[in-house]
């Protein structure tokens, strides 16, 4: 029984490592694919814009002045760039958070060093092992927490539900930054489970981060007499909702632009209302990946990583049952004995 644990073990460390090759795979994948969709993301917001002052609101915005036409460009062409900054900040903020836990880590060391001192000289220091199990455990971020995942339908989402509490981790199934060699954008784990978490709060943050360009757009285009400045912004977020859940494919006419018709009162006291067209910014991811072929390119990519993912998950976790399985078997028969 012990040499079958044993073996189990052997096989649950092969794949540890081979799911942590597919981490720094995934991590790259990301990385090329946030970088391209930020770019991208510049391109789009500009040429939508485009469309809807010049298809949608012509006299609109040839009733404004120079100066006028140039704020609103000008304003437009900074938010993409914002947005492209932060598009790789998802991945740049945890770069910069494991470099603050990295020199955490070297000033313990230099504090260690520095009581090493008052040792006997014949104190050897003990080199850390590298085994999963002596990293201490790595909580996962309040600020962005993720639903539970389950490896059994992984695929790349469109949409994400809202998040839950925290989950605990134990040292045995989850690497901590510090320990790491190289600074990584990626949470380097053995837990497939967890780096799903991770690409689902990525995909989330994306999402959100789409969003809210084109609120922001939206606003922009208002303040500069584009758009209806009395047109309730829940409309705006209601009908961007509706045409996301309506359908993941591209959209005719022009790209990332929402079309809608509403109903405005003219007089309080008079019940005749008048149907007015609204076209309003609404970036979508897919329109969005469709335009790139670079982009989409970097999307097929991580889908593929993903699948990679799921096929080792799938082992490890299979593995991890056997072990305790195993372990069971063999702590009911240390202690069985006969009446």
């Known amino acids: 029984m012990a040499k079958a644990?044993?073996?189990?073990e052997r096989e649950i460390l092969a794949l540890e490592e081979a799911i942590q090759a597919i981490a720094k795979e995934l991590r790259s994948a990301y990385t090329n694919y946030?970088?391209?969709?930020?770019q991208t993301v510049q391109r789009q917001l500009i040429l939508a814009t485009y469309h809807l002052c010049t298809q949608g609101y012509p006299e609109t915005f040839l009733s404004l002045s120079l100066n006028q036409?140039?704020?609103?460009?000008?304003?437009?062409?900074?938010?993409?760039?914002?947005t492209a900054q932060q598009l790789q900040s998802l991945i740049k903020t945890e770069q910069e958070q494991h470099k603050e836990e990295q020199e955490q880590h070297n000033e313990d060391e230099e504090?260690?060093?520095?009581?090493q001192t008052d040792q006997p000289s014949s104190f050897t220091p003990v080199t850390l092992p590298t085994s999963p199990t002596s990293?201490?455990?790595?909580?996962?971020?309040?600020?962005?927490?993720?639903?539970?995942?389950?490896?059994?339908?992984?695929?790349?989402p469109t949409s994400l539900s809202s998040s839950t509490p925290p989950t605990s981790l134990t040292s045995s199934t989850l690497f901590s930054l510090s320990s790491l060699q190289s600074v990584s954008s990626f949470p380097n784990t053995s837990n497939p489970v967890e780096l799903v978490k991770w690409q689902q709060n990525i995909e989330r943050l994306t999402?959100?981060?789409?969003k809210r360009v084109s609120r922001e757009a939206n606003l922009r285009l208002?303040?500069?007499g584009i758009l209806p400045k009395k047109l309730p912004e829940p409309i705006l977020e209601a009908a961007a909702a509706a045409a996301s859940?309506?359908?993941a494919e591209v959209m005719p006419g022009p790209p990332n632009l929402l079309n809608l018709v509403v109903e405005i009162d003219n007089d309080l006291q008079s019940e005749d209302s008048n149907l007015t067209q609204i076209m309003a910014i609404n970036l979508r991811l897919g329109e969005i990946e469709f335009a790139d072929p670079t982009l989409s390119s970097n999307r097929k990519q991580i889908h593929s990583v993903l699948l990679q993912l799921r096929r080792r998950g799938q082992e490890y976790q299979k593995k991890q049952r056997e072990r305790s399985v195993a372990q069971a078997e063999a702590a009911w028969r240390a202690i069985w004995s006969e009446d």
Do not use: Y
């Open 5 to 8: 644990i044993e073996q189990i």
């Open 111 to 115: 504090i260690d060093e520095d009581k």
């Open 222 to 224: 208002q303040k500069a």
């Open 207 to 210: 999402q959100e981060k789409l």
């Open 135 to 156: 990293l201490t455990p790595l909580t996962t971020s309040p600020t962005a927490p993720t639903p539970p995942t389950s490896l059994s339908s992984l695929t790349p």
């Open 34 to 38: 946030l970088t391209a969709l930020g």
């Open 245 to 247: 859940e309506a359908s």
């Open 69 to 82: 036409r140039q704020q609103l460009q000008q304003a437009i062409r900074k938010l993409g760039q914002q």
